[in-house]
């Protein structure tokens, strides 16, 4: 494949004068695009001009975006995709689309096309949280969000909250995102502190997720033990699994409830930062590793 593809030209003659590449016609290789990923696809546009008008190929693009695409165009303004080509479709959802005050986000994974979801602390319902003397807000460039809430001292700890959204089938891995202690910078260096941090040690927080047709999933960590976890450290940002629920269909819409919680109040716990919550495609990662969708 290598030699073949070193000795095609631009218009995609072959240099000894026989056929190569650039005779395919773009239907043949709009239907092996098909089976690629939108990388690779863009990739091989470059090789001549059949393939770029396969990769710009309305079916092929169809076949990468999500069933239900039209439900998050709906949440854009119809100026952002009117006459836009497939294409141009799937680069703009690969985009984060925002939704409900801007505190929510869901877009397509690059390589697979599947779907992805983010929410923010502050779409979330935090016992406590009008007082500032146990909870406040402070804003960061580490949170997609640019913002996150801070827990500085509570006798009960509970944030939960709720998305309905027409995820299509697959199955979907629900995570919190914690971080021990505050952080802040000093000469442009980043140094976490543990002032207020107390109380995990404890007691497990317990993480639970359900859903609308009756799924159920239950979690428990000492946040203290951040050794449980490989390459990551006291002081940096980690992101809890909750566990996964299974989508059949996209109508019914979807309704998780979440909610992570220690409500032991034989003593107080402080001194932790919550910044967001993600629902993805369980086996995302391993598949973008292989390359598959």
């Not at 026989?18 to 695009?33: I, K, N, Q, R, Y």
């Not at 190929?57 to 169809?62: C, F, I």
């Not at 016992?127 to 909870?135: P, V």
């Not at 990662?285 to 598959?292: E, I, N, S, T």
């Amino acid at each position: 494949m290598g030699a073949s593809l070193s000795n095609t030209t631009e218009n995609g003659s072959a240099t000894g004068g026989g056929t190569g590449l650039g005779d395919m016609p773009e239907s043949c290789v709009a239907c092996v695009f098909m089976y690629l990923t939108p990388p690779d696809i863009c990739n091989l546009a470059r090789l001549n001009r059949a393939f770029r008008g396969a990769a710009s190929s309305d079916a092929v693009w169809e076949s990468k975006l999500p069933c239900n695409y039209h439900q998050m165009l709906d949440l854009l303004p119809p100026w952002r995709y009117d006459g836009l080509p497939k294409k141009g479709i799937f680069a703009l959802l690969s985009r984060p689309v925002p939704f409900e005050d801007d505190n929510k986000e869901v877009w397509l994974d690059r390589v697979s096309g599947r779907i992805c979801m983010s929410i923010s602390s502050k779409a979330m319902s935090i016992t406590g949280s009008e007082d500032r003397r146990h909870w406040n807000w402070f804003p960061t460039e580490e949170s997609r969000f640019h913002v996150v809430a801070y827990c500085q001292q509570v006798w009960w700890f509970e944030v939960s909250g709720i998305v309905k959204f027409p995820f299509p089938p697959d199955i979907y891995t629900l995570t919190f995102r914690i971080h021990l202690g505050k952080y802040f910078k000093r000469l442009g260096r980043r140094v976490p502190n543990f002032e207020h941090t107390h109380g995990w040690d404890l007691g497990p927080v317990r993480f639970e997720l359900s859903t609308s047709d009756g799924q159920h999933a239950v979690s428990e960590f000492f946040l203290h033990e951040v050794e449980q976890y490989d390459a990551k450290k006291r002081g940096c940002w980690i992101e809890y699994r909750v566990g996964e629920f299974i989508v059949s269909s996209s109508d019914p819409v979807t309704e998780v409830r979440f909610s992570m919680k220690q409500i032991d109040c034989t003593h107080s716990k402080g001194g932790l930062c919550v910044d967001s919550l993600s629902i993805t495609p369980s086996d995302l990662k391993r598949c973008r590793r292989k390359g598959v969708k």
